[in-house]
């Protein structure tokens, strides 16, 4: 995706906020105009005092458009704030939505620390982008946009001057873009690899004690930081020698600007505001300027964890349900394998080739040695993944005619795992039927034999069951 594109998909974010994006839009493009005011003001004020001419009235005006400078740049930063906060929860929740509802082959490849660390830091980088989209960019390029014509028209060798700077500051730009995206990326895919990795040793940190592998932990995690390092130093000294240049290419404009100025003075060519204004427009251009390569670097900082960020909501479910499927209906409960075969992408393991029934009322059960593809086929007939050949049917209805949200609702599953929440014991019960009634959870844990040891455990029902469970014992568990 290249910036540009980004940059317009970040945008388009605002979605529903779409009224208050333009009112925004419009508060920047009067902020522009004004900033522009203000310099042409200044020399005409400074003119007016060198003829003695009267100044007031100028002065008026210049302090009737303050105030509505004043009054539009509240307005901004008011509600550029809360839009940016506003969309950026919107977004984290719909890249939650998503997330959840992917299908097991997406999770089984992807750690679960590198989704929270692209999830946080694209939508801080959506929330900055949208900041300075709404705070400056807009202001600030109407105002690269008006200078040029203006300045040209007041005088066009001045104004060939801050072109030139304007040229100097794009150059630069494009080359340490250029020189930086890459090396960028990389850091960015180390960023992410770093939360993967410390996500994955925190959640086993009970293995990591009783091993005693802080030490290993800490330098394997200490490996990654040094990549870190060597990818984003690079990309650091690029936009440090882009910041050096710009600041000489602005210095040697002003001080031209006064060298052209009192040249052209003295050929009564230019008047004293005349001056005045330009080296006002000098000081705005190089402010803008300013922004928007601190901006572009921004961007070229962000983009590969917005690209990140795009590319798992991108992501589609590769479990298609057919337009207009009807739900699953179970009639008897008849379970047909029919030359069942399945491989995990990328890998020799699955399933081949398995047919057996499953008659109404039946007890089957799946025997085999460990990793000979029980749970493979028990993962398929839930249609967590679809079969490569062949077909399952529950009373003769193929699994992937029906809609998912049928078939799921149709099993019961017990996980080797139990899956636990890091909520209330009731709270966890609940998963499978939320309305389940306090009589009917008690009689569920009584049939498991449940009962007794979570009463007795301090807080009874309403006792946390800890991350994954942790609070209870394996056998509890
Ligand atoms: N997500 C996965 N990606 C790749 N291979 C897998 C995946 N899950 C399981 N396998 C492999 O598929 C085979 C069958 O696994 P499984 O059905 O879990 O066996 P089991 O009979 O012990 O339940 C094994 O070789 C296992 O390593
Ligand atoms: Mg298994």
């Known amino acids: 995706m290249s910036f540009l594109r980004l940059y317009l998909r970040a945008v388009s974010l605002v979605g529903p906020d779409r009224g208050l994006a333009l009112g925004l839009a419009f508060a920047g493009v009067v902020l522009a105009l004004l900033g522009f005011a203000e310099p042409i003001l200044f020399g005409r004020v400074v003119d007016a005092l060198t003829h003695d001419r009267p100044a007031m009235g100028l002065v008026g005006l210049w302090a009737g458009l303050g105030f509505l400078g004043i009054a539009a740049g509240i307005f901004v930063s008011l509600h550029a704030d809360r839009l940016a906060h506003r969309r950026r929860l ?9 997330v959840v509802q992917l299908p097991a082959s997406f999770h089984s490849e992807e750690q679960s620390g590198r989704l929270i660390a692209v999830m946080l830091r694209g939508t801080d980088h959506l929330f900055t982008l949208l900041l300075s989209v709404f705070r400056e960019h807009l202001t600030a390029m109407v105002m ?7 300045s040209l028209w007041m005088n066009a060798r001045m104004g060939l001057l801050l072109i030139g700077l ?7 730009s494009a080359l340490v873009v250029r020189k930086t995206r890459f090396g960028q990326e990389r850091a960015e895919a180390y960023h992410s690899q770093l939360s993967g990795r410390v996500v994955d040793v925190i959640g086993n940190v009970s293995v990591v004690q009783s091993f005693t592998r802080l030490q290993e932990e800490a330098r394997a995690l200490q490996g990654i930081m040094g990549n870190l390092i060597a990818a984003q130093f690079p990309v650091l000294n690029w936009w440090a020698l882009a910041s050096v240049l710009t600041r000489a290419a602005a210095t040697v404009t002003i001080v031209s600007l006064f060298a052209l100025g009192t040249s052209l003075h003295a050929k009564g060519e230019i008047t004293v505001g005349e001056i005045v204004s330009f080296v006002g427009f000098a000081g705005l251009l190089i402010g803008r300027l300013d922004q928007l390569t601190q901006f572009l670097s921004t961007l070229v ?14 992501k589609t479910s590769t479990l298609i349900e057919k337009p207009g499927a009807p739900p699953l209906k179970v009639t008897a409960g008849r379970v047909v394998f029919d030359r069942v075969s399945f491989l995990y992408p990328n ?18 059960a799946i025997v085999g040695p460990t990793g000979s593809g029980k ?9 967590v993944r679809d079969p490569d050949a062949g077909a399952i049917t529950v009373d003769g209805q193929d699994l992937r005619d029906v809609t998912l949200d049928s078939v799921r609702r149709s099993i019961g599953v017990v996980f080797q795992d139990a899956g636990l929440f890091d909520r209330s014991i009731a709270e966890n019960l609940r998963i499978g039927k939320p309305d389940a009634t306090d009589e009917e959870i008690r009689r569920a844990a009584r049939l498991a ?7 007795a455990k301090q807080g009874g029902w309403d006792a946390r069951a800890g991350e994954r469970g942790r609070g209870l014992s394996g056998g509890e568990r």
Not at 301 to 314: K, P, S, W
């Open 90 to 98: 919107e977004v984290m929740k719909s890249f939650f939505e998503h």
């Open 144 to 150: 690269l946009v008006v200078l040029v014509p203006v």
């Open 166 to 172: 304007m040229v100097v500051y794009g150059t630069l």
């Open 301 to 314: 900082f962000e983009a590969a964890g917005m690209r990140q960020f795009f590319q798992v909501l991108d």
């Open 347 to 364: 890998s020799t393991s699955g399933i081949f080739d398995v047919s057996f029934v499953a008659e109404p009322g039946e007890t089957v």
């Open 375 to 383: 749970s493979t086929a028990l993962a398929l007939l839930q249609r």
């Open 449 to 455: 034999e449940a009962d007794r040891f979570i009463e």
